[in-house]
């Protein structure tokens, strides 16, 4: 009985942490438990599965019958003994959560009966009266133990009794119980901080809803058998026997309804890509282009992804349908198939496609297409995949909101009694980016006196809830669409939207699962240019659309207006920011476009690419492409870099660096990709620093440029913009720019 800090504000420690120190502690198994939900058994799951750890991972819940009343009443442990009985656990946790608001949940006794594929630990309370135990038994006589926790306080022996008396009236066999809410004695501090929390209390004021002691942690093992009789531990390997579910054995499968007969999904999607051809290459398909199709539909074939691409091709022909606008962005711009398919309008001629940071089998995830839609008709898109595919097999995927620092200061100091005024002043005055000074010197110098009891408290709490799960919460536009009920593969429940459901799992737990999902979004511009456009036709008489315009050439004087910072109202390059760097980069063509993007970001800043990058523009300074030793390819990063003057701007060419001048493998690559797309890459990416730096000096490149390119790519690590995604906002800065100009 184990609870991770998934179980919100009572328990202490990460499911990694939990898994980590079991597995040091000697543990052969951990049952992870949190209070009506699975949301953190992923991170638990793919932690092992990285670390290689030898311990078996039991998923299973913990239900309270009074979920706001978490003293003095009884608890019952469900875990899955298989795939079914995983499904049924599910279905429990979703029956439960949607009867409720978000964030609550409620369960009745005879919610139980369905379990036939589930071992449960009823965990009785010496005050709670009820007849669970006389329903638990008739239900589940062979799959049900009574659980005890030897918490060594007062409370034990009558604990105990209690327990020993339950299990005598009901013939049913004890087990000990860990009832774990922190990996190591340590977090207790925290523990209690968290408690307070969640009680809006400071800590002092707590009193019995505190831990007693710090025996609600992980044990070790010489401890555990001397606190508990050998029958009652025997009891834990018995259960932990019988229970052989894993993750892996998730099989998704898509709906199978997109198919017309005849047709199976790869061969259907051939087809589509055959008629999308004809639209997109009038004048015939480019020799290049025909061979990254047919490289992409093999990989799509071979990775099982087809279905997924003909769900979000029927997304958008229903858009159409309904002249609905959209547009496909995102690393979908890499792929040629989604462009033939009319998923994305960048044309591959446009930019240079990097397939591998769509799709590509060393990096074992799904791939992701993102779609905008007009943010005033995105609800009916929304609609249309809930009548289609029905509440019971479509929902949104969560998003796991954490502490960051600001939230972490101001609920840790109102835990430890420090008045708020003084935390809006640390929470407004403290910089995160300054790298001279660290936050805690900065808390220091407004006043926290970092020496004193409470001082040392709030430092060593705010730096360790940091990243910690708040809640969960409803992701911008991410579906999950499963061929049958989805309730068997994840639990749903209520978001805090009307007529909204989400699932317990993140966004990145999809991708560790390989579970695809369709993101549905919503853009304001898109919804202007449709207005822009109608008006366009009531006024002139001219019917035009997204393509009509994009499929023009280049017009001269939409860049002259561009070049003179006359941009308000044109889409991405409004602000003062963007505004500035117009004149200075002077865009004549749409790449120029896409740069001006990508540019004026926090990345191409840091990584000091934005000054080299207008000097070479400008002719002031010679374009360079430093050269490897003499047995390699001496053009090889002037294949990558031509375009941007030798100046890595984007993603893509900070992956293509890596692996060409460092030899990266395709999986490499792809960590290096994580490192740049998350806000926690400042870590991550320093770890791949050694191993870039040293293979390119390795290979003949100056040291100085290896370790400058490197710091350029770190830059990413805050904000760089893939080519993929720039290129597909530089269409709609394009069509807003044609409008302003030619009907003002």
């Known amino acids: 009985h184990c609870l991770s800090n998934f179980s919100f504000l009572r328990a202490a420690s990460h499911p990694q942490e939990l898994l980590q120190q079991a597995h040091t502690l000697g543990y052969k198994a951990l049952a992870l438990t949190d209070e009506c939900s699975v949301a953190g058994v992923v991170r638990a799951y793919q932690y092992k599965k990285e670390q290689g750890l030898n311990i078996k991972l039991i998923i299973g819940s913990e239900f309270l019958l009074k979920p ?84 060594l306080s007062a409370l034990d022996q009558s604990l105990n009794t209690h327990c020993q008396s339950m299990a005598d009236h009901y013939d049913l066999p004890i087990v000990a119980l860990g009832q774990v809410i922190m ?20 800590v002092y004021a707590c009193g019995y809803a505190l831990q007693a002691n710090r025996e609600h942690s992980l044990r070790p093992l010489d401890k555990i058998v001397k606190l508990y009789p050998p029958s009652w531990i025997q009891a834990s390997v018995t259960i932990a026997r019988q229970c052989d579910f894993c993750l892996s054995e998730l099989s998704y499968q898509y709906p199978a309804e997109l198919v017309p007969s005849g047709y ?63 547009q496909g962005r995102g690393s979908s711009a890499n792929s040629v198939v989604c462009y033939c398919l009319e998923i994305t309008a ?107 009891h409470v001082g040392r408290c709030f430092l060593q709490l705010v730096e360790t809830l940091q990243g910690f799960p708040r809640h969960l919460s409803q992701h911008v536009g991410g579906f999950i669409i499963s061929a049958g009920p989805l309730s068997e593969l994840v639990p749903i429940e209520n978001a805090s939207m009307a007529e909204r459901t989400v699932i317990q799992w993140d966004k990145d737990d999809l991708a560790s699962l390989a579970l695809l999902k369709v993101d549905v979004l919503a853009l304001g511009m898109l919804s202007a240019i449709r207005r822009a456009l109608h008006m366009v036709q009531h006024h002139h008489g001219r019917q035009l659309s997204l393509a009509d315009i994009t499929r023009m050439d280049d017009d001269a004087k939409v860049y002259a207006m ?32 896409v740069i001006q993007i990508a540019i004026v970001r926090p990345g191409p800043i ?31 990063l002037k294949n990558i870099l031509r375009r941007t003057m030798g100046v890595p701007i984007f993603q893509e060419q900070a992956m293509k660096i890596a692996m060409v001048a460092a030899e990266f493998s395709t999986a490499e690559a792809n960590e290096l990709r994580k490192a740049m797309a ?67």
């Open 68 to 151: 706001d009343q978490l003293e003095a009443q009884e608890s019952i442990v469900v875990l899955a003994k298989n795939r079914q009985g995983y499904a049924q656990l599910c279905q429990l946790i979703s029956l439960a959560r949607q009867r409720c608001e978000k964030g609550r949940y409620q369960v009745y006794q005879h919610d139980f009966k369905a379990l036939s594929e589930c071992l449960l630990i009823w965990n009785p309370h010496p005050n709670s009266i009820s007849e669970l135990g006389k329903t638990l038994s008739t239900q589940h006589k062979q799959r049900l133990w009574v659980g005890c926790h030897r918490r």
């Open 183 to 202: 990996h190591n004695p340590n977090r207790q501090m925290l523990h209690d901080t968290l408690t307070a929390i969640r009680l809006g209390l400071p």
């Open 264 to 326: 199976d999904a790869n061969s259907y999607l051939h087809y589509l890509v055959e008629q999308g051809k004809a639209i997109r290459f009038p004048a015939g398909v480019p020799h290049d282009i025909a061979l990254i199709i047919d490289k992409e539909l093999s990989l799509i074939a071979s990775e099982g992804y087809a279905h997924f691409f003909l769900t979000v091709y029927d997304l958008v022909q229903f858009a159409k349908s309904q002249r609905i606008l959209y």
């Open 346 to 452: 960048v044309d591959p001629r446009q930019i240079e496609v990097l397939f591998e940071r769509f799709i590509s089998k060393e990096r074992a995830e799904p791939p992701d297409i993102d779609v905008d839609f007009e943010h005033q008709r995105r609800e009916e898109i929304i609609q249309y995949i809930y009548q289609k595919y029905g509440r019971h097999r479509a929902a949104l995927a969560a998003t796991v909101i954490t502490y960051r620092f600001k939230s972490a200061v101001r609920e840790v100091g109102k835990a430890l009694g420090i008045n708020l005024p003084q935390l809006e002043l640390f929470i407004k005055n403290v910089d995160r980016k300054d790298a001279s000074t660290s936050w805690h010197e900065q808390l220091q110098s407004l006043g926290l006196d970092g020496q004193s």
């Open 562 to 593: 561009l070049q003179q910072g006359d941009s308000v109202g044109v889409f991405q390059v409004e602000s003062r920011a963007q505004m500035s760097m117009l004149p200075r980069l002077q865009p004549a063509c749409f790449y120029d476009l």
């Open 606 to 636: 840091q990584g000091d690419m934005v000054h080299p990058f207008l000097r070479r523009r400008n002719g002031l300074e010679p374009e360079e492409y430093p050269s490897p030793g003499p047995e390699y390819d001496q053009d090889e």
């Open 678 to 744: 998350t806000f926690r890459s400042k870590e991550t990416i320093g770890m791949l620093e050694d191993k870039m730096v040293g293979r390119m000096i390795g290979r003949g490149y100056d040291a100085e440029f290896s370790h400058r390119c490197f710091n350029q790519i770190k830059g990413f690590g805050d904000y760089g913009f893939p080519e993929s995604h720039a290129a597909s906002f530089a269409h709609l800065v394009y069509v807003s720019g044609w409008i302003k100009h030619h009907y003002p």
